[in-house]
């Protein structure tokens, strides 16, 4: 064949590659959202009806985007359906409001059981002897693109947007963390100095959370958030989203760089 031809046809190949995917998902954006998923949104979704309109119509477009690009299967006979697609997708965007980045880039599938699923994983314990362990979890996050949830959570922590805990806020901010190629409670950030304020703010308030936790002292946060940087940083996303006042008020420092980061101001609407 003649060579030119075949350069030709490489490259009208490697153009349609890269253009198919991009124009399915702008069509998939620029379609209309569907009424019945507004009924789920309104009926599931607690703080959905209070947010402002702009950020109301940016969240329908990231849901648009994430059931585009997100597989999702259902575990131990869940059969999966628009309600928990819909429920899901809406509070992992919720992270993603005026960000305007990609979508979780690295995330691929989410796994759906109907409720708590057990892990049994090996342990070492401090003479360095393994045995398996297993555990019951609402929800995991792997940074090979995957995560795990437990569906009646989700609806419980979507339904109840106030008592600072929510499965999906905390997964999906495990997703964010792991962008950076670390889960160490660093997402991605804009500069250096940005990466003082945060480590700043979130070793100060980290350590205070350990002490809350060793001397059983309460806590804003769930001191589940005391394990470690990365949970400390999942734990403080949701109660930035769901108890924004007290956490401006009570840890003025933990909420600004938050707020710098998320880009948005969930005392707002609340
Ligand atoms: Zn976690």
Redesign the pocket.
């Known amino acids: 064949m003649n060579p030119w031809l075949l350069l030709g046809l490489a490259i009208v190949a490697i153009t349609l590659a890269l253009w198919i995917p991009r124009f399915r998902l702008q069509s998939a954006i620029a379609a209309p959202f569907p009424q019945e998923w507004v009924g789920i949104l309104e009926q599931n979704i607690q703080v959905y009806r209070d947010l402002p309109m702009p950020l109301r119509l940016q969240l329908r477009n990231l849901i648009k985007q994430f059931l585009h690009q997100k597989h999702f299967s259902g575990a131990a006979d869940l059969e999966i359906n628009d309600e928990i697609r819909v429920t899901i997708a809406a509070q992992a965007c919720m992270l993603q409001l005026n960000r305007h980045g990609d979508l979780y880039p690295k995330l691929r599938y989410i796994l759906v059981y109907p409720s708590a699923f057990v892990v049994s994983r090996p342990e070492a314990d401090d003479s360095g002897l393994v045995s398996h362990r297993s555990r019951g979890l609402l ?3 792997w940074q090979s693109g995957k995560v795990i949830l437990a569906w009646d959570n989700v609806l419980h922590g979507a339904r109840n947007f106030v008592d600072g805990r929510n499965v999906v806020l ?2 999906f ?2 997703q964010l963390d792991s962008e950076s190629g670390h889960a160490d409670g660093a997402p991605l950030l804009a500069g250096k100095s940005s990466y003082r304020s945060w480590a700043g703010a979130l070793s100060q308030e980290f350590e205070e959370l350990q002490n809350d936790s060793r001397y059983s002292r309460r806590s804003l946060m769930d001191q ?1 958030g005391a ?1 470690n940087p ?2 400390f940083f ?2 403080a996303t949701e109660t930035f989203f769901e108890k924004p006042r007290q956490m401006a008020k009570n840890h003025a420092d933990l909420f600004k760089v938050l707020k710098d980061y998320y880009r948005i101001d969930p005392g707002e609407w609340q």
């Open positions: 929800g995991e996050s905390h997964e901010a495990h589940y394990t990365a949970e999942a734990v």
